[in-house]
């Protein structure tokens, strides 16, 4: 009894001071907010051995140390991102004063300058931007490159995968990449051993390997949100959109995803040209320096000015916060935003909430019906906040609008891959544009304008009216966010 006892205490003075010294690590851990070290502490404390088992597997942003090592490799050997001559003097002449620094902003993060002469437009819908892509890459002469988060086995996700393999039976390099975790069906199906034996080099991005080991060499839901494609050098493809169809039929009843892409041409496809590279060399043993230190495509006279703004777990930390939020405090007049997943941290919604308070107008739409129930919650606890602030809030009802779309002012625009969530902000790599121009600035905000058509406005008094039991599960959810 006495040997039991004693056994009893050993094993519990034992996870005391694993749970002390893990309690420690959160606290030392760095580029972690004051909300997120509270929440960990909580769980390790509440639940010894759970939580410090969850810490461990969840708790902290780490791609593997080979990874990064591989990585930093990779950016220290590429060649340097190429620019216009004269950029800043052309920058000063195509972005007015008072946003130039959003843009200056967006070069410390990705190293890219925005760069003029670009043409683009808005695609219709789903199915015309991966009508788009194929028509492009069937007319593609030197190289197709191709980045999905999630690539489905679907009418569109096999409309593209034979695109490239017509493509490579002519004789065009094609590479295509998919996160392991996000394109699974489509990496462990046929159609990727079709496009393999049919000479397009295939790779998966952040490898999942046997999920047993994964969480010892790295966090295991880090993932690559990215969706890129670019084509000969000179056109490229930004939005929200996945390689499938609108049924997205891996969660069909959230159906029809709505996403908006955009077309680019121009100098413009060199910088997202350099994002994929960067993901490509560190999976794949193949230098892409010959073909990025390449004369930039000659621009078009006037066109768009824009900025690929690249951003993931390896780049500076709160660097997509520090984007949206200057985005917010930088508006005079409007404000409209789009997004499925609202998860801020204090600062973003303080931002959102202050630049109402300012006067702007300020406007933001999410869907009705999520397709993750957390994230449906905690987005909803922010709500009386923000309607009491003056922010209009409008939840879209024709099916789960994907759409991470900001307009600010009628002038500039981001477009892209990342959400409003500590997801995007701290542990997906995410690809976005950011523009100054009217013209698609005006296209964007008219889809923003029949998304909000085909919106419920969300009162302040509705919100209020909510039963006790509904806002302390949307609270409790909320608080947990910096763990989930």
């Keep these: 009894m006495i040997t039991m006892l004693h056994h009893s205490l050993l094993a519990t003075g034992l996870v005391t001071l694993l749970e002390l010294a893990l309690i420690a690590r959160i606290l030392l851990r760095p580029h972690r907010d ?66 130039r620094h959003l843009f200056q902003l967006g070069y410390s993060i990705s190293g890219f300058l925005p760069i003029g002469g670009n043409s683009a437009h808005l695609l219709p819908n789903s199915n015309a931007a991966i009508d788009a892509m194929v028509a492009d890459i069937d007319a593609a002469k030197d190289h197709v490159h191709v980045l999905f988060y999630i690539w489905l086995p679907d009418h569109n996700g096999c409309k593209v995968v034979d695109a490239l393999k017509r493509a490579a039976a002519r004789g065009v390099t094609c590479r295509a990449m998919a996160d392991d975790q996000g394109s699974r069906t489509i990496i462990r199906s046929e159609h990727w051993q079709a496009m393999r034996a049919a000479g397009v080099h295939v790779a998966a991005g952040l490898p999942i390997g046997n999920p047993l080991l994964r969480p010892f060499v790295g966090r295991i839901d880090l993932r690559n949100h990215r969706k890129i494609v670019v084509i000969d050098d000179r056109i490229t493809y930004c939005g929200s959109q996945n390689c499938a169809d609108p049924e997205f039929l891996v969660k069909a009843k959230y159906a029809p995803w709505v996403d908006a892409v955009m077309r680019f041409e121009g100098p413009i496809a060199r910088q997202n040209q350099f994002l994929f590279a960067s993901d490509w060399m560190t999976y794949v043993d193949e230098n892409l320096d010959e073909l990025l230190s390449k004369p930039l495509p000659v621009p078009m006279q006037g066109g768009v000015s824009a900025q690929v703004i690249g951003t993931g777990p390896t780049v500076r930390y709160s660097a997509m916060p520090e984007m949206f939020e200057s985005l917010l405090f930088a508006a005079r007049h409007e404000i409209v935003i789009t997004t499925p997943y609202y998860v801020p941290d204090d600062s973003l919604q303080n931002a959102l909430c202050t630049t109402a308070y300012r006067g702007v107008d300020a406007t933001i739409v999410f869907p009705a019906r999520n397709d993750s129930w957390i994230v449906a919650a905690a987005s909803r606890s922010y709500y009386a906040d923000l309607l009491g602030a003056g922010v209009k809030i409008f939840e879209y009802q024709g099916g789960l609008l994907h759409t991470k779309s900001l307009t600010l002012d009628g002038e500039i625009t981001l477009i892209g891959s990342a959400n409003m969530d500590r997801r995007s902000f701290e542990l997906n790599y995410e690809n976005n544009i950011l523009f100054h121009d009217r013209a698609l600035t005006r296209a964007m905000r008219e889809r923003q304008q029949d998304y909000i058509a085909r919106s419920y406005p969300v009162k302040r008094e509705a919100v209020a009216a909510w039963p006790m039991s509904r806002r302390l599960w949307n609270n409790l959810i909320a608080t947990l966010g910096p763990v989930l």
């Design 34 to 99: 004051p909300a997120s070290r509270i929440a960990w502490v909580v769980v390790v404390a509440v639940l010894p051995l759970l939580g410090m088992i969850a810490y461990l597997l969840l708790g902290e942003v780490n791609i593997g140390r080979r990874r990064v090592e591989r990585l930093h490799a990779v950016l220290a050997r590429m060649p340097p991102i190429p620019c216009q001559a004269g950029a800043a003097a052309d920058l000063a002449a195509a972005i007015p004063e008072p946003h």
